[in-house]
């Protein structure tokens, strides 16, 4: 049932109003009077009646001072003003301030009575206006990680432009800086393929990288994660710490292998320049982990343990072929075909690459640098990344 307040400062009029039609057969109450503005307000804020009759000359607090007092407590109160031929001038700013209609004095039980029907009307359609928009606030809430997910797999992708990108990502409230992270997480479905066809799908395994990914970077919020069309996981997060960001994609592999005993890949870049930076390097790291997913089963576990340790200065070839029970000689020749880069330059490529990250943070020495990535001599870091960059980290850092 509706509720209905009358206005006025005349009791005879009040009454006549609350008599005049049988209010119980529109579905209306008449919730309540008012003789004057401030006690009409009052029971505005008290009541939230539907349709508000109300006299254009009221005491203490005049008709128009009231309408502008209500509309700020909510626009969509029904105010229907009552007023007679010589207020015009009020009836005429009544209407600027968009009241629904207005009944002249004496009141026409007839035209009284269609004013509410309208009014009814109106209500109505505010109610299905108001039922559509919690319904699709309830949608936008109960999908809205898909939304997201959807609109990072098409910002990276390029099927939409940036202007749109912006729109939706002020949409979403989505916040990222100039400093930006992203991993490429892929399952290698040869090395896991009897589990997975056992215990797990490639959308579950998905959504178990999403838990830990999320979990492990905590620090480096907003955490966004997708799937692509390649079913790639990808994360992106804006970089506050370095040398904590250098290492995620390693951790991710442990963790995931440590829980779950699945083996992964991943692909970690830094990007500088904002969100619409990474669609260039996006492709990029997805090429490189395709390469690597084709990689033979030995050489795909031997390159995760150099990824896993390339920071250990003692780090040897040696070491690697004891722990897969290959000669030396044999399992350097498996890398050398599947990655084009003896073993010495595997490991010095992955050195260099984490160092180039690390060095985006300017409050880290070369030094420093040098024996994050495994080498206790800066002279032969500096000589290794002069040979890989064409630069000597001084000048890259410069530059």
Known sequence: ???????????????????????????I????????????????ETLRPDIILLDICMPFLNG?????????????????????????????????LKVFDY????INKEELKNIIEKALQELSKNNERTSYITWANRQLHENLSSLI????????TGSIDDLEAKREMDFFRIKLGENIGIIIIKVIEKLNSEVISKKWDSMLLNFAIKNIAYELLQKFKPVYTFTDDENNVIVIVNISNMNKWVNVGTLIEEKFFKYLHYTIVTEQRNVTGGIFKVRA????????????????PVVLLAIRFIDNNYYKNDLSLEIISKKFCLSSSYLSKLIK???????????????????????????????????????????????????????????????
């Not at 109450?29 to 029971?43: F, N, P, T």
């Open 1 to 27: 049932m509706y509720k209905l307040l009358i206005a006025d400062d005349e009791a005879i009029i009040r009454k006549g109003l609350k008599n005049v039609i049988d209010w119980n057969k529109l579905d």
């Open 29 to 44: 109450e008449v919730a309540g009077e008012a003789e004057d503005g401030e006690v009409a307000l009052k029971l505005v």
């Open 64 to 96: 128009l001072e009231l309408i502008k007092k209500i509309k700020d407590i909510d626009k969509n109160f029904i105010i229907i003003i009552i007023t007679g031929y010589d207020e015009f001038e009020y009836t005429h700013e009544a209407l600027k």
């Open 103 to 106: 009944l002249l004095k004496p």
């Open 149 to 156: 997910e959807n609109f990072f797999n098409n910002l990276i």
């Open 281 to 296: 390097v996006y492709k990029n790291m997805v090429k490189q982990i395709s390469k690597k997913i084709e990689f033979k």
């Open 337 to 399: 075909e599947e990655t084009g880069l003896s073993f010495v330059d595997y490991v010095t490529s992955i050195r260099i690459k984490k160092a180039i990250s690390i060095m985006d943070d300017p409050t880290v020495k070369i030094y420093q640098v040098a024996e994050l990535v495994g080498y206790s001599n800066q002279h032969y870091f500096c000589k290794a990344f002069k040979k890989v960059t064409g630069l000597s980290p001084t000048e890259y850092r410069s530059g």
